[in-house]
């Protein structure tokens, strides 16, 4: 509690100091919902995505047009659900030995849900755009304020304390003098770990709206001051962009065992124009590669045999990036028609399942029975935290209304080095072969808008 | 072309700001969405012969085999190839490939063959295209004359006493705490039971055929008709609820032995005991030979425990032997047999009750151990069991020779036909000899 009154006392400071001072001070109030994200697991199971109630003030300090400051109060209850299959050995019916009798199999969720007032704290960099594009990134205080759940183990309780990172990205719409209306999305990762058993760490994504009050400080003639914005900026242009993956496994082992996984890809870029053809652009996707198996395998989540194959696997094995590229663009062709770019770029693991169909048999003596089985595992606990590679891209513009331009292309991203934790391969035979089991590659089709930024 | 399509798609319906983001905000949930986990039971079988397992046959007989077909998915089972395969055994099946149609059991006769302890029938089940499924296996076995064939399955693998009455033809055993009674063919045991035989634990005869069981809980319990029914005895230590130490001697005598307590016989049949003297209980139980003379001699299981009494077990004297001696023996010649451990185990004669000795036989057995039941007479001939070396032979006690030789044998039985029992030190394992040559 010693960190929650340091931080409001903090903020009384920033709101009652602010009339001193010449920036541009916002106050808001958001509301919306939370999708919890467990992180860290790695076991069987499906972590489902359970919305919950998420609202909070924020005040938001400009430092210039640019960069700014926000922190604020949150209240959010996070609901978790794991749903998970069992085979159950107690019971059999009259005249069967166990060797014969095939089940049951029973289902078992366990629920948990956890409430927390957080307190964030983030750097935001501003788009002057109409709207107005905000993204944030910072680390957040929370304090556990209830809890109840039904998979804790004894005398486990549950972390009081929650520390982690916060990303974030909003637009702004101008609503009348003095107020906006928000939209924003963010994502919200943990450190601590729940509870002394588990390795597992809190998580969710969370969706609001908002209005803002930006009247709060004023200038000498007594109006409110806030950014004035009126002609386009012929340097900077932002890309909202969406299209579908298609990605594969380069790995070197076994990597013809796999094929095609498809999944979404958007998200945003900022152009920055350094020459007449030449430009430089960064930004954030969400980004989802991975590779298809389907194949006899005694895993789930990838081609591994040894002696004969238990299981005949149809799977999907996803993992879900914040894709942060670094590209250096180029317009060619007639009136810059078509664009080609290239360049580095780091993935920020958010999620990692395998979903799919499995079929097994067992086998014992004078008996046989053939299963036919979902999974939903979640594999986030599997995944490295990061991925790095290197992008190339190309397409065409095409000039449409009389400010925007649409992008069709495509692009390729080809990561560098293995995926999998080291840990989590059981047999370590890749480790001692120096053979990696995935590396990420894939080609996505792209859709993008270009959208002129305001000076 | 298409550049031009799109733009002028792009030109005349337009883009909204909202509909990217209900797009994007599509593509975002869509992928997250996904079935619960699930197991689905797709087909399920089971096949088990309705045939005891390890049944015991004379070389060549056959057995009816049926083999139960179960679907446990669907009431009325798929059909199945089914293929009868001898894997061991050489014998042969009427029917090796059977083709089902919605049946629930099939059929084959399976004739054993003749020149093989263990037999097995392997059922390998196929689907009609080929695909196999599992297959599951009956066994049996044959045991055959002349030969040592071992045997370890219940009842008979953990034999801790037998007894055989050869003018009634009677042989019974105990094994885990349980009398069985020998059945049609030799190898096959009928349980006895009555309510009187609680836990037995050691069975002796005597001379008129009556037999004794000591019990767990320190009960004697008798049967004076061959085993078909039981009474208790007067409990030889009425306070003591555990088990005794049981001897009937070739005067029809009951020995009885515990550790802590005093030395009781009973010489009317266990109806009354009497105490024996000179602290023979320290010396342990053992084996109990009347002379003639009427003179008594007893050799405990603690060594070199040689003793006679001349005044019907009032009063003992020790008697001398050579080396560590474990074992006494006394034949129809009232000639006295010891054994030690001289180089491993010895026997020894005397013919003047055991003041000289003479050294008859010597072997190096693998292991000592107490000697239970060693000396062993069918007909005119003695085996004698060394434990942990074999068997031996003997038609005078005199001489001997090696009959076989297997380290692992602890103890010997002969049922009422001559069959040789020996049990194997493993407590699960027993070899049948019949002898007909």
């Known amino acids: 509690m010693k960190k929650l009154k340091t931080f409001l006392i903090f903020i009384f400071l920033i709101i009652y100091c602010s009339p001193g001072w010449s920036q541009v001070l916002t106050a808001g109030y958001y509301g919306g919902v939370n999708f919890s994200d467990i992180h860290g697991g790695s076991g069987e199971g499906k972590w489902k995505f359970k919305p919950g109630p998420v609202q909070g003030l924020y005040v938001d300090y400009s430092f210039n047009r640019i960069l700014g400051f926000r922190t604020g109060i949150n209240y959010s209850t996070l609901n978790y659900e794991r749903v998970n299959i069992y085979q159950g050995s107690e019971y059999y019916p009259f005249g069967y030995s166990s060797s014969f009798w095939p089940g049951p199999y029973y289902s078992g969720n366990e629920l948990s849900d956890f409430s927390f007032l957080t307190i964030p704290a983030q750097i935001r960099l501003s788009v002057p755009s109409v709207p107005r594009l905000d993204l944030m990134a910072g680390i957040y205080d929370a304090f556990l304020i209830d809890h109840s759940g039904s998979y804790y183990h004894g005398a486990d309780q549950p972390s009081k304390e929650d520390f982690g990172y916060i990303y974030s990205m909003g637009l702004s719409f101008p609503l009348a003098d003095k107020l906006e209306a928000t939209i924003n999305a963010r994502y919200i990762t943990g450190r601590n770990r729940m509870d002394n058993y588990d390795y597992t760490w809190h998580g969710s994504m969370d969706f609001t709206f908002g209005v803002a009050w930006t009247g709060i400080l004023k200038d000498k003639n007594g109006t409110a001051r806030y950014q004035d914005q009126d002609s386009v900026s012929e340097k900077i242009y932002l890309i909202y962009k969406g299209g579908v993956n298609a990605s594969w496994n380069s790995g070197e082992k076994d990597n013809e065992k796999y094929s095609l996984n498809f999944g979404p890809s958007f998200g945003l870029l900022v152009n920055f124009r350094l020459s007449r053809i030449a430009s430089f652009r960064t930004g954030v996707s969400f980004d989802r590669t991975g590779y298809s198996l389907k194949d006899s395998s005694d895993s789930f989540h990838r081609y591994l045999i040894t002696d004969d194959a238990y299981y005949y696997v149809d799977t999907k094995t996803s993992v879900d990036y914040l894709t942060i590229p670094l590209l250096i663009n180029f317009q060619i062709g007639d009136q810059g028609r078509f664009y080609i770019n290239t360049g580095p770029y780091a993935g920020i693991k958010l999620n990692a399942r395998c979903k799919g169909t499995v079929f097994y048999n067992t086998e014992g003596q004078g008996s046989y029975s053939r299963y036919k089985r979902t999974i939903n595992d979640d594999l986030e606990g599997a995944i490295k935290d990061n991925d790095f590679g290197w992008l190339i891209g190309g397409g065409i513009s095409i000039p449409a209304f009389k400010r925007f331009t649409v992008d069709l292309g495509l692009h390729y991203c080809r990561g560098f080095g293995e995926v999998f934790d080291r840990s989590y391969l059981p047999e370590y035979d890749a480790y001692l072969s120096r053979e990696t089991v995935f590396e990420n590659s894939s080609v996505s089709f792209q859709i993008g808008l270009r959208v002129p930024v305001l000076r | ?437």
């Open chain 2, 1 to 437: 072309m298409l550049i031009l399509k799109i733009k002028n798609k792009i030109a005349t319906k337009g883009i909204k700001r909202s509909q990217i983001l209900i797009m994007a905000a599509i593509l975002f949930f869509v992928p997250f969405c996904g079935p619960d986990p699930s197991i689905e039971l797709l087909e399920s079988y089971s096949f088990s012969f309705e045939n005891d397992q390890d049944q015991r046959l004379n070389p060549g007989e056959s057995i009816n085999v049926v083999l139960r077909i179960f679907d446990n998915k669907e009431p009325v089972p798929a059909p199945f190839k089914i293929i009868f395969d001898v894997i061991e055994g050489r014998g042969s099946v009427s029917r090796e490939t059977i083709l089902t149609v919605n049946s629930d059991s099939v059929t084959t006769t399976w004739t054993l063959g003749t020149n093989s302890l263990d037999h097995r029938l392997r059922a390998l089940v196929y689907k009609p295209n080929g695909d196999y499924l599992t297959s599951t296996d009956l066994t049996a076995i044959t045991l055959r004359e002349n030969a040592w064939d071992a045997v370890s399955t219940d009842p008979d693998g953990n034999i801790t006493g037998m007894v055989a009455d050869t003018v009634a033809g009677v042989t019974l055993m105990v094994t885990n705490s349980k009398v069985y009674k020998q059945g049609s063919k030799y190898y096959l045991w009928e349980r006895v039971t009555d309510p009187n035989l609680e836990s037995p634990r050691t069975i002796e005869i005597d001379s008129k055929g009556t037999i004794y069981v000591s019990t767990w809980k320190g009960d004697l319990v008798k049967s004076t008709n061959h085993g078909v029914s039981w009474q208790k005895c007067t409990k030889p230590y009425p306070d003591n609820p555990y088990y005794i130490y049981m001897y009937v001697a070739n005067d029809d005598y009951i020995w009885v032995f515990k550790f802590e307590y005093p030395t009781v016989f009973s010489s009317d049949g266990g109806s009354t005991w009497q105490t024996v003297g000179s602290n023979l209980s320290s010396n342990g139980f053992g084996d109990v030979f009347r002379l003639k003379s009427g003179t008594l001699l007893f050799h405990g299981s603690n060594c070199c425990s040689l003793n006679r009494s001349d005044d019907n077990g009032l009063t003992w004297t020790h008697i001398v032997t050579p080396g560590y001696s474990h074992k006494l023996y006394v034949n129809d010649r009232e000639e006295i047999f010891i054994c030690n451990q001289d180089g491993g185990f010895t026997i020894f004669k005397s013919t003047d009750i055991g003041a000289t000795f003479r050294r008859l036989f010597s072997c190096y057995p693998q292991f000592g151990t107490t000697m239970d039941n060693i000396f062993n007479k069918w007909k005119d001939t003695y085996y004698i069991l060394v434990p942990g070396y074999g068997i031996l032979k003997s038609d005078d006690l005199e001489h001997y020779e090696i009959y076989w030789v297997n380290n692992e044998l602890n103890n010997l039985f002969i049922d009422h036909n001559g069959v040789l029992i020996a049990k194997d030190w493993n407590n699960n394992t027993v070899y049948y000899r019949k002898n007909s040559l």
